[in-house]
């Protein structure tokens, strides 16, 4: 499955309701194994408030759980794709 990471700062209605973050990490959980996929999540301090390190089936199911993750205006979040070392490894392994 492919693995995506996310950096994750809060808006100005996030920081208000930080509390409420514990929460709305497990129902972002909840969404993503819905859609067949897991999460794990850490908070962090400096530029970033929290990361996400997420398995989804496809890129179009982790952009579905951004959008509505982001549509609740809690957080905006940088999402790059993430290859294993062994995945890496057969792409170079092509290179010529």
């Known amino acids: 499955m492919p693995h995506y990471v996310s950096l994750i ?3 100005d209605q996030g920081i208000k ?10 129902a972002a959980k909840s969404l993503v ?3 067949g996929g897991k999460m ?3 908070y962090t301090m400096g530029e970033y408030d929290a990361v996400a ?3 989804a089936p496809d890129d179009e199911t982790v952009f579905q759980v951004l959008v509505q993750l982001g549509g609740q205006g ?6 790059m794709k993430a290859w294993t070392v062994e995945e890496a490894t ?4 092509k290179l010529r």
């Open 33 to 35: 194994e819905q859609m």
């Open 17 to 26: 309701n930080a509390r409420e973050s514990p929460k709305r990490a497990d």
């Open 90 to 93: 057969r792409v170079f392994a």
């Open 9 to 11: 700062k809060w808006t």
């Open 74 to 79: 809690n957080v905006r979040t940088t999402t």
């Open 53 to 55: 390190l997420t398995e």
């Open 40 to 42: 794990q999540l850490f």
